[in-house]
């Protein structure tokens, strides 16, 4: 019987690829992609003002209020941060990647790479609670500012408008941190990946003719790992903008698109209009993804 | 000289990033043995096992517990299947599409949790079904067949063929090769692949939001303790807890991808 089954499939491959593929296919393309189609149906839904239903047809009037000043507010608190935390991950993440790729010996080059998967895959959420306790008022922090004799470049610090609050645990500056420092891994493997590629004779020839370290990193070294940037920040970016924990743990009352998409789906019912706020992270990293594909992002991934 | 404080500084600047990055997890293993109960202060004010003992007599953190080892171990089954199966299909076949189907597979996690995670909602809520430990393990496995699916595909492509070519001029049949030539080829591989899966599962919060209905998964109560503390001292534990309970099978995992290529070289 076996037999016969394998001989059979062995001589029809289209069968065998057919019943390989069929359950994740039926998986990934039936149970996930319908269950995206189903939100983009709901985003042409609307909720009923008056008797707070959701009215089943064809409407624009989601998206319309996606428009409103608040929203637009909120799209564009999440992209600033999304933009400043991916440029933060890379300027972080350069001379670690540069020191993984270049300069490590073999038996210390192991234990680097751990020491980025290790963050990258244990909790995120634990990982955003231990900056809760860093970050508190009476925390880490805190103290290593008043025993510099610091406590008054802290306190001015926090008073400053937008990104400062009442601690670093409640900030804008805190939200940011807490950001660069659970995305940073994903910009490290890229840019690491990237350099690794460099090849040696290259930076020899560079030298040999005459160029300066620095202006053989400027002019070689740099251009050649810069896809290997912008892979990373598309994880980055991406990762910020759909965020809502961060958010929720050390933010403020000022809403991220995610926890607006939450709140919305939650408390107030209104999953037409958190799917219609869904989209905006969406066509933000289709953009995203048409101007990283011009500059080489996906040869580098 | 220019060159030797350049590279000071390299080095400086990369111990500085590597100390950001791990020193955070230090920082709870600290404070799980902190005396206090109601803040947070540093240096703690004095050092203690007894919330230990408290976390262990919890009931909420068992079953939250209890809940989320389920939901990873069954999640992580259907992502091996799911991922071998695709993997199969893609290493070695080239078919019209193809690059389809491997777009799909990285969808789930491509995309901001937050779709993920509201897209089953909807469509949970359209059909009116209950939500239950099973949208919850439908959530997870979604995103965790990428990760079997990445390291088996990785294993195939690095497998030379002629080993089943020869497999079958033997005489095996298709199921004899899996079993016996194909499967200790991909074995660390997808040991590696479940063991990142379970890590996800285990760890997963936001998709868990929309898909869970009044059960708790442990992220989902750190979560709660998080934006209405009430606990402190016996999240600490339990962060920790969490901490060493997915460090293991990652750590485990590196080893047996590392191990794993270097039988494939030899």
């Not at chain 1, 290259?202 to 003719?209: P, R, T, V």
């Not at chain 2, 059909?127 to 699916?149: E, K, M, N, Q, R």
Request: charge should be positive.
């Amino acid at each position: 019987m076996l037999q016969r089954t394998s001989n059979f499939l062995y001589l029809r491959p289209k069968i065998l690829l057919a019943v390989l593929l069929a359950p994740p296919v039926f998986w990934l393309g039936v149970v996930y992609f319908g269950a995206l189609l189903v939100l983009l149906v709901n985003s042409f839904f609307y909720l009923d003002d008056f008797s707070g239903v959701i009215v089943r047809e064809f409407s624009l009037r989601s998206y319309a209020e996606l428009f409103t000043p608040a929203n637009i507010d909120i799209f564009r608190r999440t992209a600033s941060m999304a933009a400043a935390v991916t440029v933060a991950s890379a300027v972080l993440a350069f001379p670690l990647a540069y020191t993984m790729a270049r300069k490590a010996d073999r038996r210390i080059k192991p234990l680097i790479y751990l020491s980025v998967m290790l963050p990258l895959w244990s909790s995120y959420l634990v990982r955003v609670y231990a900056w809760k306790l860093i970050l508190a008022k009476e925390g880490v922090v805190s103290w290593v500012f008043e025993a510099g004799n610091l406590g008054w470049l802290l306190d001015r610090i926090l008073a400053l408008p937008v990104i400062g609050g009442p601690s670093l645990s409640i900030s804008t500056l805190g939200m940011f941190i807490v950001f660069v420092y659970v995305w940073l891994p994903y910009m490290v493997l890229p840019i690491q990946a990237a350099l690794e590629r460099v090849p040696g004779s290259l930076l020899e020839a560079s030298g040999d003719l005459g160029a300066r370290p620095v202006e053989t990193f400027r002019r070689i070294t740099l251009p050649l790992a810069f896809p290997g940037v912008v892979a990373g920040s598309i994880f980055t970016f991406s990762l910020t903008l759909g965020d809502f924990i961060v958010p929720t743990v050390l933010g403020n009352s000022s809403f991220f698109i995610g926890q607006a998409v939450y709140s919305h789906q939650g408390t107030s019912g209104n999953i037409p209009l958190a799917a219609a706020m869904t989209t905006v992270p969406m066509a933000i990293m289709v953009v995203y993804l048409l101007v990283a594909r011009k500059l080489g992002a996906f040869e580098a991934l | 000289m220019i060159d030797r404080l350049q590279s000071r500084l390299l080095g400086g600047a990369t111990l500085l990033v590597i100390l950001f990055l791990n020193m955070p997890v230090w920082i709870i293993g600290l404070y799980a043995f902190t005396t206090e109960e109601a803040a947070f202060t540093f240096p703690l004010p004095g050092l203690t096992t007894r919330w230990f003992g408290v976390a262990i007599s919890r009931a909420d953190f068992w079953e939250a517990f209890g809940l989320s080892v389920r939901v990873a171990t069954v999640a992580t089954l259907i992502a091996l299947v799911l991922g071998t199966l695709a993997s199969a299909a893609v290493a070695r076949t080239r078919f019209y599409g193809r690059e389809a189907v491997s777009f799909l597979l990285v969808l789930p996690i491509a995309l901001p949790g937050i779709v993920t995670g509201i897209a089953l909602r909807s469509a949970v809520g359209l059909f009116d079904l209950p939500f239950s430990y099973w949208t919850i393990v439908v959530g997870h496995a979604t995103f965790c067949v990428v990760v079997v699916y990445n390291n088996a595909i990785a294993r195939f492509r690095r497998t030379s063929w002629s080993l089943v070519e020869a497999s079958m001029d033997l005489g095996a049949n298709g199921f004899q090769t899996f079993r016996y030539v194909l499967l200790p080829q991909l074995g660390t591989a997808l040991l590696a692949g479940g063991m990142l899966a379970f890590a996800l599962s285990f760890d997963e919060v936001i998709v868990t939001t929309f898909t869970a209905g009044q059960q708790s998964t442990l992220p989902i109560w750190i979560f709660s303790q998080l934006t209405r503390p009430r606990d402190r001292p016996v999240t600490n534990v339990v962060a920790l807890f969490v901490i060493l309970i997915t460090a293991i099978p990652i750590l485990l995992a590196n080893r047996l991808t590392e191990s794993g290529e270097q039988n494939l070289e030899k």
